[in-house]
């Protein structure tokens, strides 16, 4: 069965500085893999999603996550945070585009002025 | 397009009592997924349905809990009798399955739910 580990449920960063969201999956066959976003109150907004071919991907706001198979990572990161980007950031697997999706327990990311 | 729509936004009720809570899908959508939020176990897949059917309902947490999809634009997720553990954050979400898409969800904006 495929799972998600993320590692640290806050994470800070200042203003300006580099964010770093680590991700780690388990998955029996080449897995999807998505980042999404959670502001206070609100649904799940999807960020950015690996299927097949680069293994870079690029999302909005900024963000972007490198698929790194020999890790079974998908970390998230961002060049310099705003003060926007607070909010709860969820990683989820999936088998294939039709499977079900499993999200890990989140990152809550504080962003400090 | 109209995203996700579910209600009540909010529901507070007395242990006991019965639940409903109710999901309207992206029109064209074929897949549904309800998952439950709760800040000890996170986001957690109760069930999920494709093309009305239930494919997956191994996250349900007990035979208090029962979820159907009677048509392609409506589902229910019912809870009977209720209890304080329940209490929790309800999200609906949908996709189109089998088409060209990349399997990505489209979330609802949540019912939260308060059981007394």
């Known amino acids: 069965a495929q799972s998600v580990t993320q590692l640290g449920s806050h994470v800070s960063v200042s203003e300006g500085a580099l964010v770093l969201l680590r991700c780690n999956y388990s998955?029996?066959?080449?897995?999807?893999l998505f980042w999404y976003v959670q502001y206070p109150n609100q649904g799940l907004q999807l960020l950015l999603k690996?299927?097949?071919?680069?293994?870079l991907v690029k999302g909005i706001n900024g963000f972007e996550a490198e698929f790194k198979k020999s890790e079974t990572s998908f970390h998230l990161t961002k060049p310099s945070a705003h003060m926007s980007d607070a909010a709860e950031y969820f990683c989820?697997?999936?088998?294939?585009?039709?499977?079900?999706?499993?999200f890990g327990k989140g990152t809550r990311l504080h962003i400090l002025p | 397009d109209a995203g996700v729509i579910q209600s009540p936004r909010h529901e507070v009720t007395e242990m006991g009592q019965e639940v409903t809570l109710r999901c309207k899908p992206i029109?064209?959508?074929?897949?549904l997924f309800w998952y439950r939020q709760t800040m000890m176990r996170g986001l957690e897949l109760l069930i999920y349905?494709?093309?009305?059917?239930?494919?997956?309902d191994s996250g349900m947490p007990e035979d208090r809990f029962s979820a159907k999809m009677p048509n392609a634009s409506f589902s229910t997720l019912k809870i009977q009798p209720s209890e304080p553990r329940d209490s929790a954050v309800y999200f609906c979400?949908?996709?189109?399955?089998?088409?060209?898409?990349?399997?990505?969800?489209?979330f609802g904006e949540g019912s939260r739910l308060t059981v007394l």
């Open positions: 979400a949908s996709r189109q399955a089998g088409g060209p898409g990349t399997g990505e969800l489209f």
């Open positions: 998955s029996s066959v080449p897995p999807y």
């Open positions: 690996y299927t097949t071919g680069a293994t």
């Open positions: 989820a697997v999936s088998l294939n585009r039709d499977d079900k999706i499993i």
């Open positions: 029109s064209g959508h074929n897949s």
């Open positions: 349905f494709n093309n009305n059917v239930p494919i997956d």
